[in-house]
């Protein structure tokens, strides 16, 4: 089944996806389904096991750690890609603000794309050591 362009593009302008070549893009959105959620719902659960990466194609979610630092998130925006890597739990909450329509991979999709897709275990090591220097350096 081809790739929703919709989603290949999506997934072009997330950092967590840079440096990926377009044709591999296409392979990961391949695998990728949308999924519509109601403003209310809750999407991740902190604490709680977790199969899925999703992208935000439009509306937004909040994000909450249990640490007083909730925010907002919008298009263009993902989550769960720490539970998709490493198979914890969640560490965040995530409600749908507004209707959200979300680019969703699962774990059992996603890990084989890691063996199969040049480039990506690479470009997910980066966007992963750059936000571990933040954390040390806001830390």
Partial sequence: ???????VDA?????LFAGVAR????????????FRHSAGQTLATQGESGVGFHLILDGTAKVSTGHGADRTIGKGAYFG????????????TVTAET??????LTTWNFR???????????????????????????G
């Avoid at 209707?99 to 969703?104: G, H, I, N, R, V």
């Fill in 1 to 7: 089944m081809p790739a929703d362009p919709v989603i």
């Fill in 23 to 34: 044709r591999d893009l296409e392979r990961i959105a391949a695998a990728a389904k949308r």
């Fill in 99 to 104: 209707d959200l329509e979300t680019a969703s």
């Fill in 11 to 15: 997934f072009a302008k997330a950092d």
């Fill in 112 to 138: 084989p794309l890691l063996d199969e897709v040049p480039g990506l275990a690479k470009a997910l090591l980066f966007v992963m050591c750059a936000r571990l220097r933040r954390a040390e350096k806001d």
């Fill in 81 to 92: 890609e720490i539970a998709l890597i490493d198979g914890e739990p969640r560490s965040a």
